[in-house]
């Protein structure tokens, strides 16, 4: 059974683009959710996206966006990079939602390293 | 706020001996507890989720324990390998202000554990 899959695996932009990662879930799993991982804040959610709608959302600004599709693959979306964007974005799976009471497991891809200069 | 403490930030182990990583919340309302490893320049694998009812879970030569009373939990790990050399994640999941599926996770920043020959 596949993992998941996120392109690019690494990549550098610069100050003021925009950047659009990918993520494929485990097939079955209809809840994908993103996450930023950084040396300084270690890793933070970003949202989470269940059957084509974003269900949960952590506290990071609008230039962070992202979309669900009805194959359950996923997009994130940074618009107008800043230096502070550098990190490891990863993107996650699970059957259910991440939130609640549910408690499922959730399964990590490989992650995107992003790079802005 | 909701807070996730890990405890210690870093610890070196001899290959073969025992340990014990400490995880403190002050999530709520609370939802589960998860544990990850993560290798460097991997995506987090699970370990371990505990829900509210549950206070001890296993997995191979991991052990999680939860104390939601005191909302304090820790992972165990016993007799040491050279791959157990890994960041630890503690995970809390905070069930949204309704209920249900809406809530949001919070990471704690890890211990990096060495194990040495």
């Known amino acids: 059974k596949a993992g998941v899959t996120q392109t690019p695996r690494y990549l550098i932009k610069t100050r003021g683009q925009q950047v659009t990662l990918s993520c494929s879930p485990i097939s079955g799993h209809r809840s994908v959710s993103w996450y930023q991982q950084t040396p300084g804040q270690g890793l933070q959610f970003l949202f989470e996206y269940f059957s084509e709608t974003q269900r949960n959302k952590g506290n990071f600004p609008g230039r962070f966006s992202g979309r669900q599709f009805s194959n359950s693959r996923s997009e994130m979306n940074v618009s107008t990079l800043e230096l502070g964007d550098s990190a490891l974005y990863l993107c996650a799976s699970s059957l259910g939602s991440v939130g609640g009471f549910s408690g499922n497991t959730i399964y990590f891809g490989e992650g995107s390293w992003l790079t802005v200069v | 706020k909701n807070q996730v403490e890990q405890s210690p930030q870093s610890l070196i182990i001899l290959e073969g001996k025992n340990c014990t990583l400490q995880?403190?919340?002050?999530?709520?309302?609370?939802?589960?507890l998860r544990w990850y490893k993560q290798d460097t320049g991997r995506g987090p694998v699970s370990l371990t989720i505990?829900?509210?009812?549950?206070n001890t879970k296993s997995n191979r030569r991991y052990t999680a324990t939860l104390d939601a009373d005191t909302k304090q939990s820790s992972l165990h790990i016993t007799a040491s390998q050279l791959s157990d050399s890994a960041s630890y994640i503690c995970v809390v999941s905070a069930a949204g202000t309704h209920g249900g599926s809406q809530g949001n996770l919070i990471f704690g920043k890890g211990t990096k554990l060495s194990v040495k020959p």
């Open positions: 505990m829900t509210f009812s549950e």
């Open positions: 995880c403190n919340y002050t999530v709520s309302p609370f939802s589960n």
